[in-house]
């Protein structure tokens, strides 16, 4: 627990909790023990249970706004940390989407099933008004996941996908190697919506599969028209961000060499980014499907590198050429002495591994100078261009060589 929380300390025989009235909170028992009582309608009290550390009581008032059912009371001193409905829903919203929607799901079924229990127990008992309304507005925020799920299925039927390419430079040579393809969905009726939100619900339902195949396809397709319309004096290459549920698929290989051989592609210029979180989930099976793109000469690099909290033996395991280095670090490198230590690291381990290293989020010339300075190989930000359609990424190739952001760091 961080130290931002609010920790109180109860008392012997304190009331924490008191039966019907309303609560906002619910409480993480840090240290000491608490007892549940309930007062039945013949006012005789009943002790149900009782808790210790580790545990959390009173978490109903985190999902709803009814009366507490039952009165909690320290037994001995307690030490407790507070958690407000308030503070939770911030802390959830502001939360990876994918954790937020299972975290609702959740939720919606924990309420359904206390209401569900509470009418087993007292057969008189019909949820209010009120709290039919509630569970309402909780199967709606589930009910829109699935409608935005439905509705990213038309996306990609009725070709409301497209891809920006965001430009990646050389440190050394100050040369173009290639571009970022990122997704954009442009809704009908919503317009834009960013990837942040709609790729988690593609992956949740799977549909993430055909996008990425979709994505790829329209990468190469795209980079052999940058590539021609624009005669680049060098070979342009095209990273594509792949998900777990895509390494999952059967045939994703098959896939990729279909779409390589049908756009005429070679594999060297395709580069697929992975997310350090999608090894982790699946080491096996990522392997063998790692490998044998590599050994055909597809680049690995690995998207958010530095975020996904696991040791570095997996390096080692995995055959990885380059690794992106997150955005958070680079934003922070010139303030933070920590995330440019970890900047330098991560370039001093990839140099000693063979590997390249992409630096994330370069906003401005001094990132840029710094981190030519520390030996990163390559970076792309706004520094140099955000994502772009490809009319403007062809534009932008077409200028690159006479743009002054060429010799600016
Ligand atoms: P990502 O792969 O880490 O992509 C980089 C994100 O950072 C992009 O956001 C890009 O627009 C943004 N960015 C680039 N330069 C800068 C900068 O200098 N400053 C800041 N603040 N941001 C910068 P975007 O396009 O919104 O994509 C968000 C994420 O959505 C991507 O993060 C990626 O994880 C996912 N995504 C996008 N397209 C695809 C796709 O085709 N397939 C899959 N599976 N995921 C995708
Ligand atoms: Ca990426
Ligand atoms: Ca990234």
């Not at 008191?18 to 909170?25: F, M, N, W, Y």
């Not at 049908?262 to 096996?284: A, G, K, W």
């Not at 000693?352 to 100078?369: L, W």
Request: charged residues 25%; hydrophobic residues 35%.
């Amino acid at each position: 627990m961080d130290n931002n929380n609010t920790y109180k300390i109860y008392k012997r025989g304190e009331t924490i909790i008191l039966q019907g009235e309303k609560g906002d909170r619910a409480y993480y028992i840090e240290d000491g023990h608490v007892e549940i009582l309930m007062t039945k309608p013949d006012s005789s009290v009943e002790k149900l249970a009782t808790r210790g550390a580790g545990t959390i009581i009173g978490e109903m008032a985190i999902v709803d706004d009814a009366p507490r059912i039952a009165t909690v009371k320290a037994v001995e001193e307690c030490k407790l940390l507070e958690i407000t409905r308030e503070d939770f829903n911030r802390r959830l919203e502001s939360s990876d989407p994918v954790i937020k929607m299972i975290s609702q799901i959740i939720l919606t079924r924990y309420r359904d099933m206390l209401t569900r229990a509470s009418i087993f127990n007292d057969p008189g008992s019909v949820p209010t008004p009120e709290e039919l309304e509630r569970q309402l507005v909780q199967q709606n925020n589930a009910g829109e996941m699935i409608k935005m799920a439905n509705d990213f299925k038309s996306a990609i039927e009725n070709n409301q996908l497209s891809l920006h390419y965001q430009p990646i430079i050389d440190f050394q040579t100050g040369n173009l190697t290639g571009f970022e393809a990122l997704m954009r969905w442009t809704h009908p009726e919503k317009g834009m919506i960013s990837p942040g939100i709609f790729i988690p619900v593609a992956e949740d339902s799977g549909l993430i599969v055909e996008a990425s195949r979709w994505a790829l396809r329209e990468a190469c397709m795209a980079l052999t028209r940058i590539q021609g319309q624009t005669g680049y004096n060098q070979d342009l290459s095209v990273s594509v961000n792949f998900s777990s549920t895509d390494f999952a698929e059967e045939n994703f290989l098959e896939q990729v060499y279909l779409i390589l051989s049908e756009t005429d592609i070679s594999p060297q210029r395709v580069h697929l980014e992975i997310t350090e979180r999608l090894l982790m989930n699946q080491p096996d099976n990522a392997k063998e499907t790692l490998s044998l793109c590599r050994n055909a000469g597809l680049g690995i690099s690995i998207d958010d590198f530095g975020t996904g909290y696991s040791s570095l033996s997996y390096l080692h395991y995995y055959p990885i050429d380059t690794l992106k280095i997150d955005q958070s670090f680079v934003r922070n490198m010139r303030q933070d002495e920590t995330a440019s230590e970890l900047v330098k690291s991560i370039i001093a381990l990839s140099k000693n591994m063979k590997m390249k290293t992409i630096a994330e989020g370069v906003e401005d010339q001094e990132d840029a100078t710094l981190l030519r300075e520390m030996g990163c190989d390559q970076c792309q930000g706004f520094y140099f261009s955000k994502p772009l359609p490809e009319a403007e990424a062809i534009e932008f190739v077409r200028n690159w060589d006479a743009n002054p952001l060429k010799t600016s760091f």
